[in-house]
């Protein structure tokens, strides 16, 4: 029972991601004066229509994403047509998806800060006794600013740069009493996992947990919105540069599947809940900012040469290089789909 509900607590929340990206073409597309032929939740065949105005709402059988069809790649000569507006209305209509991810993301941020009853800090209040990290030149009060060389935004960046640190051997930069102060070489200890071999650094210290505050509510979300930008971004490197495969790769049900592990081992934590909500919602409207044809970024890309050239492709050329990028990636979707439903029952 509790496996099914917390994967209904994940599909629930990623349905609602893809929504509100979906809502946010939809809603720029209307100010703009653009037509929108049909504003879909789901995918697959439609179990509900509903005509109004000049769109077709629909509610589609699988909750795994959304559309809001608007005849980008069709030449019409009525004035709501997309292609009739300008390029500026072209352009907030396509990239208003991801803005809205992006936004929903810092949003959920400033809750997640409201559940957890505050808002940490980098700077250092407490060590552990005999602390390495004391030893080594680190002090109470310390503002943490970068380890080995990566800007620090929030707690989450220090958890995560410690955490993939391998040597134990760390370089900081604090703020210390209003100066710049660089402390390098500080030597953690370290713990080795039986199991797997891995060396663990140990954290000696802790960081100041402040009471949330409208002063301080908005920079704390906005600075964990921007770490999980940066970890999307880090990530997407990565799989560029080959250390992850298309084996890695996670779609729609394992991205729900992840939510739903992540909800029943949590105890149903609602904080867990966010936090993992955040990273999805940002990692989608970054993807869809991506510069691939059949994706948002693709299409602004070609409204940016439009706006060089100051004269469009033709519908049908511009159409086809989308078609073909679509067909990419839903052949990209149906084996990670596979990967994700086989990992469901092969660990």
């Known amino acids: 029972m509790n496996t099914f509900l917390s994967i209904l607590i994940a599909a629930v929340f990623f349905c609602l991601i893809i929504i509100i990206h979906e809502l946010g073409h939809f809603t720029v597309a209307k100010l703009c004066g653009i037509r929108v032929d049909e504003f879909a939740i789901g995918m697959g065949p439609a179990i509900f229509k509903k005509q109004k105005g000049d769109t077709l709402y629909t509610v589609r059988l699988l909750p795994i994403g959304g559309f809001c069809a608007m005849?980008?790649?069709?030449?019409?000569?009525?004035?709501?047509?997309?292609?009739?507006?300008?390029?500026?209305?072209?352009?907030?209509?396509?990239?208003?998806?991801?803005?809205?991810?992006?936004?929903?993301?810092?949003?959920?941020?400033?809750?997640?800060?409201?559940?957890?009853?505050?808002?940490?800090?980098?700077?250092?209040?407490?060590?552990?006794?005999?602390?390495?990290?004391?030893?080594?030149?680190?002090?109470?009060?310390?503002?943490?600013?970068?380890?080995?060389?990566?800007?620090?935004?929030?707690?989450?960046?220090?958890?995560?740069?410690?955490?993939?640190?391998?040597?134990?051997?760390?370089?900081?930069?604090?703020?210390?009493?209003?100066?710049?102060?660089?402390?390098?070489?500080?030597?953690?200890?370290?713990e080795t996992d039986k199991e797997t071999g891995k060396n663990t650094l140990i954290y000696d210290f802790k960081v100041l947990k402040e009471k949330a505050t409208p002063a301080n509510i908005i920079p704390y979300g906005f600075k964990n919105a921007v770490y999980y930008g940066r970890i999307v971004l880090m990530s997407l490197r990565d799989i560029i540069v080959g250390k992850y495969g298309l084996n890695d790769l996670q779609g729609p049900v394992g991205i729900v599947t992840v939510i739903g592990d992540v909800t029943e081992k949590s105890g149903f934590d609602f904080s867990f809940i966010l936090d993992i909500a955040t990273l999805v919602t940002i990692n989608i409207g970054i993807f869809n900012l991506l510069p691939l044809p059949a994706l948002d970024g693709g299409r602004f890309v070609f409204l940016i040469i439009e706006a060089i050239r100051r004269k469009a492709l033709k519908a049908e050329t511009e159409g086809m290089i989308h078609f073909v990028g679509f067909a990419a990636l839903m052949l990209l979707m149906i084996f990670v789909t596979f990967n994700d439903v086989k990992n469901i029952f092969v660990k």
């Open 71 to 190: 005849g980008e790649d069709e030449e019409r000569d009525t004035p709501d047509s997309f292609r009739q507006k300008p390029v500026w209305a072209r352009m907030a209509t396509i990239v208003a998806g991801a803005v809205m991810n992006l936004i929903l993301g810092f949003i959920l941020s400033v809750i997640l800060i409201l559940v957890e009853g505050g808002a940490v800090s980098t700077q250092i209040v407490w060590f552990s006794e005999d602390a390495a990290s004391s030893r080594y030149g680190l002090q109470l009060g310390d503002e943490i600013t970068k380890i080995n060389g990566v800007h620090i935004f929030s707690v989450k960046d220090i958890t995560y740069q410690l955490g993939n640190d391998e040597d134990g051997v760390v370089d900081f930069v604090v703020m210390r009493n209003g100066e710049k102060v660089t402390v390098n070489g500080v030597k953690f200890a370290m």
